[in-house]
């Protein structure tokens, strides 16, 4: 079962971390109209969550460092949680939270559902490379 939920873990990672290399400016722009941080921090927002995306979500596939990958990646998703949330609470929960860049347009909604899933999952990898006490 955990090579499944790493398999998935990692793709749908690795899956949103290309969208959003692939159109970086959309991206930055998406994350700068949130209006939950400052323009220089969001840019850097925007530049560093891809890569970082793609490297942790190929980590876990792969199991190399993965509970430390699976805690980053679950760091981001609650990062989109609360962008989303916050999206929702100012009622300004558009047609495309940008999750994906435009390979795989979603909304606030949607994406609020996957990001949830997405930290049980990488909890769940997180606790399972734990080494049992017997």
Known sequence: ???AIRI?????????GLGKTIFPYEFAALITSYNMLPTALATAYAVIVP??????????IFRVYTRYASMVLALLAVSFIIANTYQIAI???GDDCG???????MNVWQSLCVDVLLVVMAVRIYFSGKVKNK
């Open 99 to 105: 999750c994906f860049g435009p390979l795989v347009p």
């Open 1 to 3: 079962m955990n090579i």
């Open 8 to 16: 998935i873990l990692g793709s749908i990672f690795i899956i949103a």
């Open 51 to 60: 890569p970082v995306e793609i490297l942790a979500g190929g980590l876990v």
């Open 91 to 93: 009622g300004a929960g």
